[in-house]
Structure formats: structure tokens, C-alpha cells
């Protein structure tokens, strides 16, 4: 079968999140619309229904899962509180808690399928690739091939996580394109990749009672503020991760009682091993770019990322489009790719100017203790203002909720860089602490309109609560006094 099909636009998108927002809205528009979808299977052939990254294999799956480990927190404090219950007999049953976050995934694919259909938007269940600049051949399972011509060509494949280039890897290693359907309990896990997926990973793991180590090359969470990522990698450090710094694996091999033997070097050039029941990789992904023959349309890739170097969204060719994780130094985030897809379509389709505003994106890493953060690090603030310029308010709290079952709230930290003169804007936000999504989300609104110190300052805050030591700020780094709590 070689049928010839028309469009307004084409998505080739595996159906991710940025793709379905702008297939739903150029709908919505008046646009005849197709989306190709495809997801090969991972190494140890894990695969998955529609909806992309966030809500098969990253956000959804992976939310659920930290919840489970704080709920298991939540137990033992429970105790403290006056439940009566028995925290020894408190265990994970890794099957039924697979089971639970599959079913919500599944049920998720199919409200996805049922809104295609709906706003009907064509859907196609196959991996594309350019013929030119307005077609696209999309191979099915079976092989067969399907010819779309298109006006416009809207890119958002995504990525997929990568793997070392070592013997074993490959073989025996998993990524979190895996862990959320693992059919086995995970064991004993060493977790390698010290980024945002690797410390949510570690975390939870370890949460749910696994016994956890995360193998760094560096440092943690690159990019982040220096600050937060240690206080962020030193809480799990307490919880009872295994740290290990400036350490490669370099092999892994099955034994044959079937668990993994890891020969790993570290910084001084030794090598040791350690065995595992799991090894997890997330040391960065892979844009799905390459797959889409981009030379015949003449679409132009970085080279060292295969991501797309987009204007406003428009690649190098007049005509194809990018969202989502393929675009080069972009936030590899879902709301980020469903914002620039609906803004993209008002603009192809609507009568909309409105460029996406990729700045000021608030965004969470949900370690075990959270850390939301929103705009400029101190770092990056420092290096574009300069030292004298920049003002940062720190302090240390203790949430009302630590004190009965006396949780440590060593870490729990806040951190406001502002401009030092003039209006003292607020550059960026920072917060340790539970709940640290909905603590930034609101604050990252309030930086949008141009938020200040003194109006930062006038703010009342809500008590008791954690958002609420944002408003309470007055220590300054300057000052040298002490941020701890004094009570
Ligand atoms: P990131 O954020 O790119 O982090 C990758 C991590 O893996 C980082 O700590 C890297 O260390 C490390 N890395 C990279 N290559 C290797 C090799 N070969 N060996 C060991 N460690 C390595 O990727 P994530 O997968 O965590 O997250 C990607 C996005 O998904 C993120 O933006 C979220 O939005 C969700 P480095 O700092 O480079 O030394």
C-alpha cells in the first residue's frame, strides 16, 4: 500500500507531548491534520502505547512512583502522630505497585487515542522519514509504506535515553525507558548519571526500600544551582543512597546466578566490582533526529547532538518545524514543548504574533526532599550581573510537619537572587523542601510580572506553611549572618 495522503500539517511526533498540542490546536484552527507515531522497543524490548516520554516512560510514571516512596516515608512517621501500625511489617510489593502506575498509563494512552479521534486528527501508528522537504514516508510495523505530503512539517520526536559505550551496557543495562514496567522487583541498583533522571530514579528507589547507588562522573545535576544540587544529592546521601563521585563503569557482565557483575574505575585509576541486581543508565538522552533522514529535506542538525537549531521553531527549512526535546539548548520539558506547539500552531494558523518565552521556566527535580527552582542560578546571575550587582536572601526552615516525628530539616533551604540596585528584581527562586513544585509554580507566575524584593517582602504569607519562608526572607549571603533558624 503507497497511499498518498494530504495535509495541513504533518506531525512526526510518536505522539509526545508537544506534537499532540499543536496537532489538537491546528485542529482547532481549521488545519487538516496528521500525526505519525512510533515507538521502537528499548534494548530489552520494553514499548509502550501513545502519549510520548512524559506519559509513558517520564513524568506521569515517574511521579507516581516518588509519591509511593513518600507515602512509605509517610508510614514511619505516621507512628510518631499517634497511628498505630507496625513499620517493620511495612514493606513494597513491587509487582502491585507496577501493576497500579501501568493501569494509569494505559488508561492515559487511551483518553489520548479517544481525543485524537474526537478533534480527528489522523493518527498513524508509524516511523516517518523525509523524502523531501513535504513528504514523509511512514514504514508500519508490518513494513508497509504510507507517502504524506504536507505544507508544513512539525518535528517533535523527542529522545530516548543513551547508553555507554561499553561491553555489557547495551546487553544487561536498563534506562528509565524500562524501570517503570520492570517485571521484576529491581533488587539492588546502581544507578549511573548523576542528572535529573538519575536523582529521581536513585530516589525512589531507595524510598521504596532497594538498596540504591548512584555513580556520578562529576558532579550532580549540571546546570542547576551549586548549591541546591548539593544540598539536594547530600540529603539522599542521609537517607542512605551510595555516592559514588568521579567513577566510570567500565563492564558489565552476567553471572550465573543472573545478577551483574560491574567493573567500575575510579578517579585514581582503580578498578573495583560490585555486584547488582539492576544497573539503571541516565547519562543523558538521544534525539530521535537521525531516524528522519533529515538530509533529504535538507533539514540541517547539530552535529554533536542531532538536535534542531530552531527560530522561533522554525528549522533551517522554511517549511519544518521543531518543539520539544529536539530543539537545541532548549528545556528538555513537557509543559515547555505543549506551550511552543499550541503558539506555534496560533501562529501558523490562527492569526496569533505570540512567540513561546523560553525563559523563566519553573521546573522541579523530585528528589526525595524536592527542589523547585525558577530563572537565574546564583552562578549564572553572578556571571551576567556581576558579584556587586546580585543580592541573594538565603535561609534555612523547619517545616511544621518535621517536628513530631523529628525529621531532620538540615537541608530544607531557600534561596532569592535579585538584582543588588534599581527595582531589586527577582532573578531566580530556589526551594528544598516538600512539595517544592507547588511552592515554585506560583512564585514562577509572580516572576513573570516582574516580581521584586520589597513587593517579595510585602508579600503576607500563608502559616504554616513552607511557600510561606519566601516571603520571609532578609538574610542576605552579604550580610554573613547566620541562616539558620534560630528556634
Ligand atoms: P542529563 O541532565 O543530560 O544528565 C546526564 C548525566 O549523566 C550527567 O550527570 C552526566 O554527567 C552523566 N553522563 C553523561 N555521559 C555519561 C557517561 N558516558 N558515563 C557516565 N555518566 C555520564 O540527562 P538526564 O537523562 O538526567 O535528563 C535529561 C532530561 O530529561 C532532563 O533535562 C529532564 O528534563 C528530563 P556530566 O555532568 O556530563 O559530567
Redesign the pocket.
Known amino acids: 500500500e503507497n497511499q498518498q495522503k494530504q495535509e495541513d500539517i504533518l506531525s512526526v511526533s510518536h505522539t509526545g507531548s508537544g506534537g499532540l498540542a499543536a496537532a489538537k490546536e491546528a485542529v482547532g484552527l481549521g488545519a487538516k491534520v496528521a500525526v505519525l507515531d512510533y515507538v521502537s522497543p528499548s534494548p530489552i524490548g520494553t514499548t509502550w502505547g501513545l502519549g510520548g516520554t512524559c506519559v509513558n516512560v517520564?513524568c506521569i510514571p515517574k511521579k507516581l512512583m516518588h509519591q509511593a516512596a513518600l507515602l512509605g516515608e509517610a508510614i514511619h512517621e505516621a507512628a510518631t502522630f499517634g497511628w498505630q501500625l507496625d513499620p517493620k511489617t511495612v514493606k513494597i510489593d513491587w509487582e502491585a505497585l507496577r501493576t497500579s502506575v501501568q493501569n494509569h498509563v494505559k488508561s492515559v494512552n487511551w483518553v489520548t487515542r479517544v481525543e485524537l479521534r474526537t478533534k480527528k486528527v489522523e493518527y498513524f501508528n508509524a516511523l516517518g522519514h523525509f523524502k523531501d522537504a513535504h513528504t514523509v514516508v511512514g514504514t508500519t510495523k508490518k513494513g508497509e509504506e504510507k507517502v504524506f505530503t504536507a505544507k508544513d512539517i512539525l518535528i517533535a520526536v523527542g529522545g530516548r535515553?543513551?547508553y555507554?559505550d561499553i561491553p555489557g551496557a547495551v546487553e544487561y543495562g536498563i534506562t528509565?525507558d524500562d524501570i517503570f514496567s520492570l517485571e521484576r522487583a529491581p533488587g539492588k541498583t546502581l544507578v549511573?548519571?548523576?542528572?535529573?533522571?538519575?536523582l529521581e530514579c536513585a530516589g525512589f528507589l531507595n524510598g521504596l526500600g532497594y538498596d540504591t547507588t548512584l555513580?556520578?562522573?562529576?558532579?550532580?545535576l549540571?546546570?542547576f544551582d551549586r548549591q541546591m544540587a548539593e544540598h539536594v544529592a547530600e540529603e539522599m546521601q542521609q537517607r542512605g543512597v551510595n555516592f559514588i563521585y568521579e567513577a566510570?563503569?567500565k563492564k558489565i557482565a552476567k553471572q550465573e546466578d543472573g545478577r551483574l557483575l560491574v567493573d567500575w574505575v575510579d578517579k585514581d585509576g582503580q578498578i573495583h566490582q560490585d555486584v547488582y541486581d539492576t544497573v539503571l543508565f541516565?547519562?543523558?538522552?538521544r534525539s530521535l533526529t537521525q531516524e528522519l533522514k533529515p538530509e533529504n529535506a535538507g533539514l540541517k542538525l547539530i552535529p554533536e547532538t542531532g538536535k534542531i537549531d530552531a527560530v522561533n521553531e522554525q528549522s533551517n527549512v522554511p517549511n519544518i518545524y521543531a518543539v520539544g526535546d529536539v530543539l537545541h539548548k532548549k528545556?528538555?520539558?513537557t509543559p515547555v514543548a505543549i506551550h511552543a506547539g499550541k503558539l506555534l500552531a496560533r501562529r501558523l494558523y490562527g492569526n496569533s504574533t505570540e512567540k513561546m518565552d523560553y525563559t523563566n521556566v519553573a521546573?522541579t527535580v523530585f528528589s526525595p526532599l524536592e527542589y523547585g527552582c525558577v530563572g537565574l542560578s546564583e552562578e549564572a546571575a553572578v556571571a551576567l550581573h556581576g558579584q556587586d550587582e546580585i543580592e541573594i536572601f538565603h535561609a534555612y526552615y523547619k517545616p511544621t510537619e518535621f517536628f513530631v516525628p523529628q525529621k531532620s530539616p538540615d537541608r530544607c533551604y531557600v534561596k532569592v537572587v535579585a538584582l543588588r540596585h534599581g527595582d531589586e528584581r527577582v532573578l531566580g527562586m530556589h526551594f528544598v523542601g516538600p512539595n517544592a513544585g507547588e511552592v515554585i509554580q506560583g512564585f514562577a507566575a509572580a516572576i513573570k510580572c516582574g516580581l521584586t524584593i520589597p513587593k517579595l517582602k510585602s508579600t503576607v504569607g500563608i502559616h504554616p506553611t513552607v511557600a510561606e519562608e519566601f516571603t520571609r526572607i532578609f538574610i542576605t549571603k552579604r550580610s554573613g549572618l547566620d541562616p539558620k533558624p534560630q528556634s
Open positions: 517520564g535515553p543513551r555507554p528509565s549511573v548519571g548523576a542528572g535529573y533522571i538519575g555513580m556520578a562522573r562529576s558532579i550532580v549540571r546546570g566510570k563503569v541516565a547519562i543523558g538522552r528545556p528538555e520539558l521546573t
